[in-house]
Nanobody, 121 residues
Framework: QLQLVESGGGLVQSGGSLRLSCAVS????????IGWLRQAPGKGREGVSC????????DYAHSVKGRFTISRDNAKNMVYLQMNSLKPEDTAVYYC??????????????WGQGTQVTVSS
């Protein structure tokens, strides 16, 4: 069974950086697209970034474009989200998810448990 485990969240000051990691087990990573989504308090879940299965095509939400970078290491079954120039509005629980398509919506088949990112002003 496919499992995803996020790590790397924490508390950071505005303007700082964090790198989130998503460890994938139970399958080979090159068979799934991986997305990062987040949910802020009192809000719905929104897509942040995703990376496709085959050619590594990426997509980003407008709010994070130029600040966040998604990458994958198929050999290690890991996906990363490098987050720079963080803002208080980036505060949320961040989830990685696996599915057949790179999407910025919640249409993924498998989900991790989430990792908290808090950005102080």
């Amino acid at each position: 069974q496919l499992q995803l485990v996020e790590s790397g969240g924490g508390l950071v000051q505005s303007g700082g950086s964090l790198r989130l990691s998503c460890a994938v087990s139970g399958t080979t990573l090159d068979t799934y697209a991986i997305g990062w989504l987040r949910q802020a308090p009192g809000k719905g879940r929104e897509g942040v970034s995703c990376i496709s299965i085959s050619d590594g095509t990426t997509d980003y939400a407008h709010s994070v474009k130029g600040r966040f970078t998604i990458s994958r290491d198929n050999a290690k079954n890991m996906v990363y989200l490098q987050m720079n120039s963080l803002k208080p509005e980036d505060t949320a629980v961040y989830y990685c998810a696996a599915g057949s398509l790179c999407l910025l919506v919640e249409l993924y088949d498998y989900w991790g448990q989430g990792t908290q990112v808090t950005v102080s002003s």
